[in-house]
């Protein structure tokens, strides 16, 4: 068993930051199989970082309100954990989930207090969440607005782990994946206390992996290179009503809603390789970007391309960095025959965009 760390109490001040602390490390050079001893896949990461954070909502201006890190070894094993809140100096967002109000968090370290401590407990690991691309973004957007890069280069979704395992689940929870190995929740959405049942659910699932000699689902994250502060809401600085927050009614109209115009242009069909980008053409984007998205998005609008938010038959082009991921949009792309483009030759195309066909 993973060391137990019990959920800081909610208004202490260990609650803002917990330092790490190393624990026992049995490692087990070879994964089980039956009766005999396997050896464990040489292709597999050397160490994990298992992650969780909250945030003030779902958006790319929303913030984290706190963080929590388990490192484990190569074979799953704990090295050390980490937690620490996060002041984002603007309402907390729901605090009915997170029970972050905006008094616990006065006095809580700003993120680029925090950047570099977090950042040494990610460097050289993979970063393992459940459902890692949001946790990954929310990071990437994080160190992007204190001009930092953070130090991951693949992450694994344990979503996705639980689907190449096939395991029996009801659905793909955290909660259905910690009955499922017999881990006990202690304070659903307190960061530490998720890391600390992912950790725990992801070992079991890693050595079942490495039993079967099967690939883990790793992706690329891409930081982002280029970053655009979004246009502040009435909630970023909102003055908090009932219990520090807003109610669950009002933060649902929280999340903002992005509307472009409909394109002017036909859609000329297929991109076709080696040519130009022609004006009306539909393209759907997956994956992470090194341009943030909503920028890249921006340009291919301003260019006349029409930004599509999945793929079809009649989706002219899909712009991505891992051909091969298993995300809805890769899939059916590779189902239909879609053209694709990474993001720097799509970039590069966009600077020269063809006029649409007259008439």
Same mark, same amino acid.
């Given at each position: 068993?993973?060391? =137990?760390?019990?959920?800081?109490?909610?208004?202490?001040?260990?609650r803002?930051r917990?330092p790490?602390?190393?624990? @026992?490390?049995p490692?087990?050079?070879?994964? !089980?199989?039956? =009766? /005999?001893?396997?050896?464990?896949?040489s292709?597999?990461?050397?160490?994990?970082?298992?992650?969780d954070?909250?945030?003030?909502?779902?958006?790319?201006?929303?913030?984290?309100?706190?963080?929590?890190v388990?490192?484990? =070894?190569?074979?799953?094993?704990?090295?050390?954990h980490?937690?620490?809140?996060?002041?984002?100096?603007?309402?907390?967002?729901?605090?009915?989930?997170?029970? $972050?109000?905006?008094?616990? $968090?006065?006095?809580?370290?700003?993120?680029? =207090?925090?950047?570099?401590?977090?950042?040494?407990?990610?460097?050289? /690991?993979?970063?393992?969440?459940?459902?890692?691309?949001?946790?990954?973004?929310?990071?990437?957007r994080?160190?992007? /607005?204190?001009?930092?890069?953070?130090p991951?280069?693949?992450?694994?979704?344990?979503?996705?782990?639980? !689907?190449?395992?096939?395991?029996?689940?009801?659905?793909?929870?955290?909660?259905?994946?910690?009955a499922?190995?017999?881990?006990?929740?202690?304070?659903?959405?307190?960061?530490?206390?998720?890391?600390r049942v992912?950790?725990?659910?992801?070992?079991?699932? $890693?050595?079942?992996?490495?039993?079967?000699?099967? #690939?883990?689902?790793?992706?690329?994250? %891409?930081?982002?290179?280029?970053?655009?502060?979004p246009?502040?809401?009435?909630?970023?600085?909102?003055?908090?009503t009932?219990g520090?927050?807003?109610?669950?009614?009002?933060?649902?109209?929280?999340?903002?809603? %992005?509307k472009?115009?409909?394109? #002017?242009?036909?859609?000329?069909? #297929?991109?076709?390789p080696?040519?130009?980008?022609?004006?009306?053409? %539909?393209?759907?984007?997956?994956?992470?970007?090194?341009?943030? /998205?909503?920028?890249?998005?921006?340009?291919? +609008?301003?260019a006349?391309?029409?930004?599509?938010?999945?793929?079809?038959?009649?989706?002219?082009?899909?712009?991505t960095?891992?051909?091969?991921?298993?995300?809805s !949009?890769?899939?059916?792309?590779? @189902?239909?025959?879609?053209?694709?483009l990474?993001?720097?030759a799509? +970039?590069?195309? $966009?600077?020269?965009?063809?006029?649409?066909?007259?008439?």
């Amino acid at each position: 068993m993973l060391e =137990d760390q019990p959920a800081a109490p909610q208004d202490s001040a260990a609650r803002r930051r917990v330092p790490a602390q190393p624990t @026992a490390d049995p490692r087990t050079p070879t994964a !089980k199989s039956g =009766d /005999r001893q396997a050896p464990w896949p040489s292709g597999y990461p050397t160490g994990y970082a298992v992650v969780d954070v909250e945030t003030t909502g779902l958006a790319r201006n929303d913030r984290i309100v706190s963080a929590a890190v388990y490192q484990l =070894d190569a074979q799953g094993h704990v090295e050390d954990h980490w937690y620490s809140t996060v002041n984002p100096r603007r309402d907390p967002g729901p605090t009915w989930i997170h029970g $972050l109000t905006r008094e616990a $968090l006065a006095d809580a370290p700003e993120f680029p =207090d925090v950047a570099e401590d977090f950042a040494a407990r990610l460097a050289g /690991r993979v970063l393992v969440a459940h459902n890692a691309v949001f946790d990954w973004m929310m990071i990437a957007r994080e160190y992007a /607005r204190t001009e930092r890069v953070a130090p991951v280069r693949q992450r694994l979704c344990t979503i996705a782990l639980s !689907k190449a395992l096939s395991l029996p689940l009801p659905n793909h929870k955290l909660e259905s994946l910690a009955a499922h190995y017999g881990v006990v929740q202690r304070q659903a959405h307190h960061a530490l206390d998720d890391a600390r049942v992912l950790a725990e659910s992801f070992r079991p699932s $890693l050595h079942l992996a490495a039993q079967a000699d099967i #690939p883990l689902p790793l992706l690329a994250c %891409r930081p982002l290179t280029e970053w655009s502060e979004p246009l502040p809401t009435d909630r970023d600085e909102a003055a908090p009503t009932t219990g520090g927050s807003r109610s669950p009614a009002a933060y649902g109209r929280w999340r903002p809603t %992005r509307k472009r115009p409909p394109c #002017p242009y036909p859609n000329p069909g #297929p991109y076709e390789p080696g040519g130009p980008l022609v004006q009306g053409m %539909r393209v759907a984007i997956s994956g992470d970007t090194s341009v943030e /998205r909503e920028l890249l998005e921006d340009r291919a +609008t301003e260019a006349g391309l029409h930004i599509a938010s999945s793929v079809s038959g009649r989706t002219s082009l899909l712009v991505t960095n891992d051909p091969r991921s298993v995300t809805s !949009k890769a899939v059916k792309a590779r @189902a239909h025959g879609t053209p694709v483009l990474d993001e720097a030759a799509f +970039t590069q195309l $966009l600077q020269d965009v063809a006029p649409a066909p007259a008439g």
